[in-house]
């Protein structure tokens, strides 16, 4: 079994305009369309049999609307976290109804949401999803289509961590893509999540083993950041690490499927 703990998909009309803008911003080519059909597809071609989609609204004002179309498009194969904006004054209301509704956590983009991750303003909103048992899913480190500064590196997720002890955190791209010296200093061996989304293609196998077996293969979900990469090259990634069969196996579903209940 294998679930991709971070996936992006949308809408066909906005992946229609929003795919080609991503690509040229970040200079790299997607694996397939972004839509949900192209999503399945790959999928299926890959052997991925859950796929959770991480929505984000860069704007208040688009929450309602994604969270609307997350509900209407979720199935067995494909696991919707809500969209969620800093900005928005209702965050409380609209994380309870999210949690009402059956979403398991939500997505946050410092870099596209225009925040740092530890902002004293957002310790409310980490607050609220802590009460209610809402995990964060959250981008960390580099985004190679945004320029500097970094919103969210290892640090403030451990200070995130201090704040508000107890909130369940999904950290991105091993911790801080591009920043993982940060990363294996402040967060390995904390209890946070780590997904493995777009780390691969720099840490290398090398790296890779070495956080893992540094942090505890419990704490790390396998992710692809789809359409970005490739599910059948970053499956091959993992199942090469040198670590044994029953820390692959925490890393392509256990772990996930422990998480998401």
Same mark, same amino acid.
């Given at each position: ?22 690509? &040229? ?10 839509? #949900? ?7 299926? *071609? ?8 991480? $929505? ?11 969270? &609307?179309? +997350? ?6 194969? !494909? ?37 740092? +991750? ?8 980490? &607050? ?13 480190? @580099? ?5 500097? $500064? ?20 999904? +950290? ?45 293969? &419990?704490? #790390? !979900? ?12 970053? @499956? +091959?990634? @993992?199942? *090469? ?10 890393? !392509? ?9």
């Amino acid at each position: 079994m294998v679930i991709d703990f971070h996936t992006h998909c949308f809408a066909d009309a906005i992946a229609k305009t929003a795919v080609p803008i991503l690509e &040229e911003a970040c200079d790299v080519k997607t694996v397939h369309s972004g839509t #949900v059909r192209s999503l399945k597809a790959h999928m299926d *071609s890959c052997g991925v049999d859950i796929s959770v989609v991480l $929505p984000v609204a860069t704007k208040p004002s688009q929450v309602c609307a994604i969270n &609307e179309w +997350a509900k209407a498009t979720a199935d067995e194969s !494909l696991v919707f976290f809500g969209a969620l904006h800093p900005g928005s004054e209702d965050f409380y209301d609209i994380a309870a109804q999210l949690k009402k509704d059956g979403f398991k956590g939500i997505k946050l983009h410092p870099d596209y949401q225009h925040f740092f +991750a530890d902002e004293a303003r957002l310790m409310p909103l980490y &607050e609220a999803l802590r009460d209610l048992g809402l995990i964060l899913a959250l981008h960390s480190g @580099i985004d190679i289509g945004y320029p500097s $500064p970094v919103h969210c590196t290892p640090l403030m997720i451990k200070n995130i961590m201090d704040t508000v002890p107890g909130l369940t955190i999904v +950290a991105a791209h091993m911790g801080a893509h591009g920043l993982w010296r940060d990363a294996e200093e402040l967060l390995l061996g904390l209890p946070v999540y780590l997904d493995t989304s777009y780390s691969y293609y720099l840490l290398k196998n090398e790296g890779m083993t070495r956080m893992i077996r540094k942090h505890g293969s &419990e704490r #790390v !979900l396998f992710g692809t950041d789809s359409p970005w990469t490739s599910a059948d090259d970053e @499956i +091959a990634a @993992i199942t *090469s690490l040198d670590l044994p069969p029953g820390d692959i196996d925490n890393i !392509l579903y256990k772990n996930a499927l422990s998480l998401l209940r």
